[in-house]
């Protein structure tokens, strides 16, 4: 599909999906969306796959949380605080680079908690936490009131679903590497060991392609 056209039905389905949110959520939502997009292209329409993907494989579980769609659209809102010089950076990132990139999780998370989002902030802050290596040092406790296990296995499908559309994007592992879709399949399962139960199940429902 043409890449615009795809942008823009993207964006519609993202407004459309957030559409459901209480009223003071939706506002805290699009003006998120709004930050993002003006950071730049590349993190807005990754955020919005992530969120986008995130959405249908919550649809198939049968979870339906509104906190895990907004967790996985706005898992990368911290990254309007990285500068772009980093972020849009295409050579090879320095340790310094990494580190200031790191930022952007707990960033995230604290901008979350000051828009009313706590409960997607909880989800979206163990986004890199199933990776190699993990991050951030560590995971801030949720509510009290919340499963922990309900709120890292949503962190864990914002995790797959970001990793997923990394590998698609060539933006990871390493950088510059294009993968055929037989060797994204494969990178999948061995980057995600402890999923490949729900790995294989979501290829062979075609939301996995
Ligand atoms: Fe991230
Ligand atoms: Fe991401």
Not at 136 to 159: E, Q, T, W
Request: net charge positive.
């Amino acid at each position: 599909m043409e890449s615009a056209l795809y942008d823009s039905m993207l964006k519609d389905e993202a407004y459309a999906m957030i559409d459901v949110l209480p009223k003071d959520q939706w506002m805290a939502v699009s003006a998120l969306f709004q930050k993002l997009e003006a950071k730049g292209t590349r993190v807005f329409y990754h955020s919005l796959r992530v969120g986008s993907l995130v959405g249908i494989i919550d649809r198939f579980l049968g979870i339906e949380s509104d906190d895990l769609l907004a967790g996985g659209y706005l898992h990368d809102v911290g990254k309007v605080k990285i500068p772009l010089r980093i972020l849009e950076k295409t050579g090879t990132w320095t340790n310094n680079d990494r580190t200031i990139m790191k930022r952007h999780v707990l960033t995230g998370y604290r901008m979350l908690k000051e828009c009313g989002l706590a409960d997607a902030a909880d989800i979206m802050v163990f986004h890199h936490w199933f990776q190699i290596p993990r991050y951030p040092r560590r995971i801030p406790k949720p509510d009290y009131s919340h499963n922990l296990n309900r709120v890292r296995f949503c962190g864990r499908i914002v995790a797959l679903a970001d990793c997923y559309d990394a590998l698609h994007r060539n933006n990871a592992w390493p950088e510059g590497i294009v993968l055929d879709s037989s060797q994204i399949r494969n990178k999948m399962f061995a980057l995600n060991l402890d999923q490949s139960q729900l790995i294989g199940k979501l290829y062979n429902a075609g939301i996995f392609v």
